[in-house]
């Protein structure tokens, strides 16, 4: 399964600007395919994304079938927040709006 990260206060799960297989660029679920790497690289991919307080990010193992879910919500739009709810369900909102 694939590692995330993720917000532990608010539960937003990071998003950023990424490069598939078939080297086509989308917005989607940053993730690692193990925790190692994820931690070793957390601090890192925030600062280059402009996040300018990394605290509160943890390292969040998700099963692939709900990160290519979360990838479909996301619609590949940067404006799009994404949120796991209480039951581990993605949930997005539109940056600005509340």
């Known amino acids: 399964m694939p ?6 206060p608010s539960s937003r799960v990071f998003t950023c600007k990424l490069v598939n297989h078939y080297d086509l660029e989308y917005y989607g679920v940053a993730f690692w395919d193990d925790r190692e790497s994820a931690l070793q690289q957390l ?6 994304h402009g996040v300018s307080n990394p605290e509160g990010w943890t390292v969040k193992e998700m099963d692939e079938s709900v990160m290519k879910l979360c990838n479909v919500k996301l619609k ?7 949120y796991l709810d209480n039951e581990s369900k993605p949930v997005i909102q539109r940056e600005g709006s509340q």
């Open 3 to 8: 590692f995330i990260l993720q917000h532990a």
């Open 43 to 48: 601090g890192h991919i925030l600062t280059t």
């Open 76 to 82: 590949n739009d940067p404006a799009n927040r994404l």
